[in-house]
Structure formats: structure tokens, C-alpha cells
């Protein structure tokens, strides 16, 4: 199945009614979708960027998006996604 993972699922900054969809503990400030598409490969998974998108409810920002092949919950991804958004900028 495929799952739409956009940065703002991710964003420090964005409240939870804002988009974010990830504890504060593991969100990050202004991911990237490139930064997202990273941490996908590293769980060895199938993603593909489309970074002519933006997230509809702020259609102006055209932050892009990555499209990940995973059978299982988005709410289980996205935790494992931030956390390794995340540990690379802490390199």
C-alpha cells in the first residue's frame, strides 16, 4: 500500500490540528521532504519524491512529498521516520 508522508506530518513547528502527526518528542523543525525520502530508504523501504506538491491545507508552500510502498499503519511509520529525521541532523 502506499502511504503519502508529508513534512509537516513531521514539524516542530505545526500544532497536531496544524498537520503534525508525531509527538513533539520526536518532531523535528522544518523537515524536508528529501530528509523524509533519506530516513525511508533507511528502513529499507520502496519511496519516491514528488517535490512539486504541497500540502493541501497550505497549498502555497510547495514543501513536496514522498510516497512510501508499506503495509503497515501510518502511525507506526511516521515515529520511526522522525526519530531518524532526527538522529541524521544531529551528525
Do not use: C, F, H
Amino acid at each position: 500500500m502506499n502511504l503519502i508522508i508529508w513534512p509537516t506530518y513531521l514539524d516542530s513547528r505545526k500544532s497536531r490540528s496544524e498537520g503534525r502527526r508525531v509527538p513533539l518528542e520526536y518532531a523535528v523543525e522544518s523537515p524536508t521532504a528529501s530528509e523524509i525520502l533519506r530516513a525511508a530508504r533507511k528502513l529499507q523501504l520502496e519511496a519516491s519524491m514528488e517535490s512539486d506538491r504541497a500540502y493541501p491545507p497550505s497549498w502555497w508552500e510547495s514543501s513536496g512529498r514522498v510516497v512510501v510502498e508499506y503495509n503497515g499503519k501510518k502511525s507506526e511509520l511516521l515515529p520511526k521516520i522522525a526519530r531518524l529525521v532526527r538522529s541524521s541532523r544531529k551528525r
